[in-house]
């Protein structure tokens, strides 16, 4: 049980393309969704927590106009990259929870190259 | 603002000996503590949680601790098998409570048989 799947799995896309990428659970009801932003050898960074029909909330220095969340039902949060450019490129993980001090439930990321 | 310190970067053991890995954080003592499993190119997967109030638990071969007096928490693998090498991560809430997690930086476990 607790499956999240995310889409898609890698992008190519040129400097200035708006990317939109899909966290789905499964087989439960996300009362939270998460995205992290993750660099080589280095350790998810923590970009916005997502709320089933409320604004997300966004971490320090994370440009909310950049990434846009947004959380349509309690099992679809959609993140897109709006004006992408190559310092965006990076791995992008999404995630669901069921509640407080609950296990998070990962998808298996995206991973976006920007040219 | 709170830190989470996996200081161990990479640990190599040999099949069947007993990994211990070490999460260290300043600061506040958490409400809990996770432990999640990535493999390369693939998303965390959870693997164990324990709550300030919890000294040890256990789940078959893995077992974590959890000293707020030390401010840390340590992992264990035992019997370690080649299929047990992966990145090993801790996280807790960033304000003490809540659902979000911050993450230490991992510790990448290599199992040679």
Known sequence: GAVVSQHPSRVICKSGTSVKIECRSLDFQATTMFWYRQFPKKSLMLMATSNEGSKATYEQGVEKDKFLINHASLTLSTLTVTSAHPEDSSFYICSASQGTSQPQHFGDGTRLSIL | ?113
């Open chain 2, 1 to 113: 603002s709170q830190k989470i310190e996996q200081n161990s970067e990479a640990l190599n053991i040999q099949e069947g000996k007993t990994a211990t890995l070490t999460c260290n954080y300043t600061n506040y003592s958490p409400a809990y503590l996770q432990w999640y499993r990535q493999d390369p190119g693939r998303g965390p997967v959870f693997l164990l949680l324990i709550r300030e109030n919890e000294k040890e638990k256990r789940k078959e071969r893995l077992k974590v601790t959890f000293d707020t007096t030390l401010k840390q928490s340590l992992f264990h693998i035992t019997a370690s098998q080649p299929a047990d090498s992966a990145t090993y991560l801790c996280a807790q809430p960033p304000n003490q409570a809540g659902t979000a997690l911050i993450f230490g930086k991992g510790t990448t476990l290599s199992v040679s048989s």
